[in-house]
């Protein structure tokens, strides 16, 4: 089938502010974990828990509302154009920030952010479509390179947009800020983003459109392959993010510091991501990728020993977390845009696939790594090593059969 990137319409905005508001439309995912977890102690004082690792839930239930709705968003867009995908996801984002601000018990905030997980899969799978649409190749990857590199910089910033909304105020009006970062994105969106997906490439919503569509992405192992380092990188990065607030603000008692160490290690994944994207025309997705599994593989053994032998300072965790996320900075947006590229005329239902399955994987794996937290960095770092380890291989077999099978 043709590329329909080759016949994306005529853009009414630059490629830069395509860039950043492809960016902030994925960032919806980011800021509304990031902003939150400053207040994790503040929710575990307000609402009855039964461990205070259950506070950590607020993060996977938004995750695990992300990898069903991808499910529905894809073929959606698919069928009725990415824009009605996008207004009504933020919509659904709104409703489930209503249901937190108001929640008294852990299950009523966990009912609204998975209901805002929910909505944040409609932007989130669309802007990857929209970027499909118009981009392929290597051309994409340093696209989504630059999507990466402005993404990181909310989760650089959102904590101490969280921090500071505490100052003032209580965990609940974090859920303001939600409130005004997504209608900033629908006042945006409706004012200069262009349908990107005109009707005649739409493809209708139907089981048997799903199904074909879900056939398209088994049958490409190297779609299948990429999909699951992805939900492996991503598991692993998401038991960091659970218990990074206990790491930082209780084994290293950095108080509200916490927002400052996790901002520089995000700006250091965004720098990562502005670099691969001069790169990657260089080198390729491939290679970089392979070198940056390498790094997180290495750097974690390392690391794992060390913590074994002596007792870890905080400067030790930041350098070895610095050359993990530099690292992450060179495979996100290269491995998901290699799962993309043979997908270009089935971007919408592809997305969804690809970003729901990944997203279970994380969401089980991540939660697991999170809720083993026992006041040491072992889980964290183990998970990185075995997951890393993991998709080593899985990388290694995929370059090994694209090579024999294009010759």
Known sequence: MSDYSTHAPQSRISTGEFT??????????????????????????????SHPNQAQLVVSALFFGMAIGQLICGPLSDATGRKK????????FLVGTVICYFANDINSLLLGRFIQGLGVSGPYVSAISIVRDKYSGNDMARIMSLVMMIFVMVPALAPSLGQAVLWVGTWRDIFLLYVGYALLIVVWIFGRLEETLP??????MSKKGFAEGFKE????????????????FFGSFIGYLNSSQQIFQDLFKTGELFTLYFGLLAIVFGAASLVNSRLVQKWGMQQLSTGAVWGIVVSSALFLVLHLAIEIQLWMFLLYAAVLFFCFGLVFGNINAMAMEPMGHVAGIAAAIIGSVSS??????????????????IPVTAGFFIFGC?????????????????Q
């Open 360 to 377: 279970i994987m994380s969401l089980c794996i991540g939660t697991i790594i999170g809720q083993m937290y026992n006041g040491s960095l």
């Open 390 to 406: 993991i998709s080593m291989a899985i990388l290694t077999f995929t370059n090994t059969y694209k090579a024999k099978h294009q």
């Open 217 to 232: 992405v088994i049958r490409n192992v190297p779609t299948v392959c990429y999909m699951i380092c992805m939900g492996l």
């Open 85 to 92: 995908v996008l207004n009504g996801g933020i919509a659904l």
């Open 199 to 204: 009707k005649p490439h739409r493809i209708p």
């Open 20 to 49: 950043l508001l492809v960016a902030l439309m994925m960032s919806v995912v980011a800021i509304s974990i990031d902003a939150l977890l400053p207040a994790l102690d503040a929710i575990r004082a307000d609402i009855a828990m």
